[in-house]
């Protein structure tokens, strides 16, 4: 397999950092699979010391904004101050770019979501999931497939809970006739409450928390068919958290970064939980990996 280094360049329109379509498709072109990281002085810009070069790497699945992919200010600072490496993931070489990465973030973003998500499947519409869609898709299962922890973000978080056999509603207010605001831009929208039992619970440190809200489809309480586990709900019922402590899955239908990035240590510490996931992962993937070759870290190769 063809790399090539990328990093992204920080772009003050969009108050993100980024690469164009048209790099990456000129990569894709000629069979070149981009590796993607930032530079090191944007962890300066965010304020972030650099990761050691050992310290657990995490992927990103980078969002589409105007032929550019980007990754928003507050997500990356959030992820940087969390200590990890970061690897950015384009739509069409996801599962290259996830190569010896050791958790994985899917973000929130405007997209089509298979129709077999939705509680009302047979509703007839002309939109047609797309490569952004079946980028979350690829990444779900190959991260699953080698236990790889994750966190869900806002549509992230919808997407591997359709994967798990959860179902949403396409418009919440359509459906349930909330009198609660689900789609805002406010910092702070409404409260979530989140039960004690749970692994977010030990995250968050309390029950309630004022979150902000940007969505109108959204997930129906069914976690009955699933084996993920509602963790949080709003004053409507409408779930807010969910996921499978076991199988190290986490998923979020707010914004948690935009809190981090101003310094909440609360919101922050959801995305510690995955660098904290994927310390213990990458020290128990070196573990099974001398067991299979235990001399292989006793081996030097002299070169004449």
Known sequence: MKTKSIQLKYLSEFNAFGVSDAEIEKLEKDDITPIISLKDEDYKRLGCAKPAADAPTVAFLLGREKDTYTIDWNYAKAIAKSGVNIKFMTYKNNI?????????ILPGGSFVSPTQFYTDPLKKTDD??????????????????NGIPMLGICA???????????RMYRDLKEYTHTNLE????????????????????DIIGQQKIETNSRHREAMMNNDKISDLTIYATS???????????DKNILCIQWHPEDFAAQGNTQMQNIYNWLADKARIYQKQKSIKQQK?????????????
Not at 96 to 104: E, N, T, Y
Not at 130 to 138: D, E
Not at 187 to 192: D, G, R, S, T, W
């Open 96 to 104: 290259s770019q996830m190569q010896d990465v050791d958790g994985l």
């Open 128 to 145: 047609q999931p797309g490569s952004r869609s079946y980028a979350y898709i690829s990444s779900i299962i190959e991260a699953e497939k």
């Open 156 to 166: 992230g978080a919808q997407m591997i809970g359709g994967m798990h056999g959860m």
């Open 182 to 201: 689900h789609k805002t831009k406010e910092l702070e929208a409404h409260i979530v409450t989140i039960r004690q039992d749970s692994p977010l619970f």
């Open 235 to 245: 004053n409507d019922s409408t779930p807010e958290a969910w996921g499978n402590e």
């Open 292 to 304: 299979q070759n235990p001399f292989i870290k006793k081996f030097k190769l002299e070169r004449n």
